[in-house]
């Protein structure tokens, strides 16, 4: 392992940490107790997002292992974002949550108005595809490094597949920040809903990838 690659498992454990210190204080009866444990989702969701996100980064560290000067900014940079969008992300999935339960599931953040929703989106979208393109930058670098590293035609459509799922997802962030500031006092709160459509959308754009990986991999077992 690389010092830069055991930095950002520390700042994800980080990160983890700021969602437990940002929960509600110890409950000191049984009521409270259960209106803390009723935040568990809330947190739960934010907590298998940052998951997905490190999975990600030590996929890429584990296949590739870049230690250059980009891939380390790009991996600072990554941290410094995950750090920052803690906050947002916490919150939007408390939101989310309160919305969807009709307030059974409470949430610390206090609306007032629609408006106030869509600029928390404009946020959460904003870091989504901070983080989405830093992904992709990630993955731009070891295309550009592909001689050097000695790519085999598969890993070089793993990288490809990669790629097509990040440049969705920095696509979903823009579009639903965008989203949410153009219709801000209307219906720009709506533009959250633009995540939704991520488990249809990257399959739907990878499946010609994804079979011809599987093509691939038959070939070279069958050779």
Partial sequence: MSRI?????????????????????????????????????????????????????????????????????????????????????????????YALSGGWFPSDFSISSKAEVAGLVILYGIGFFLIASTNLGLYLRVSARAEDLCLSPLERLLIKEEQLIWVTQAAAGLVSAVAAAIFYHSIGYLAGLVFGLLPIAIP????????????????????
């Fill in 204 to 223: 739907l754009l990878t499946m010609r990838v994804r079979r011809k990986k599987r093509e691939m991999k038959a070939d070279a077992a069958d050779g």
């Fill in 5 to 97: 690659e055991v930095f950002s498992d520390a700042a994800f454990a980080f990160a983890v940490t700021m969602l437990v210190i940002s929960l509600s204080a110890i409950p000191k009866n049984f009521d409270e107790l259960i209106v803390a444990m009723k935040g568990v989702p809330a947190f739960a969701a934010s907590f298998a997002i940052v998951m997905v996100y490190w999975v990600s980064h030590r996929r890429w560290s584990r296949r590739f292992g870049l230690d250059d000067r980009v891939s380390t900014f790009l991996t600072l940079s990554l941290v410094l974002i995950i750090l920052i969008y803690m906050y947002p992300l916490k919150l939007m999935m408390s939101i989310t949550f």
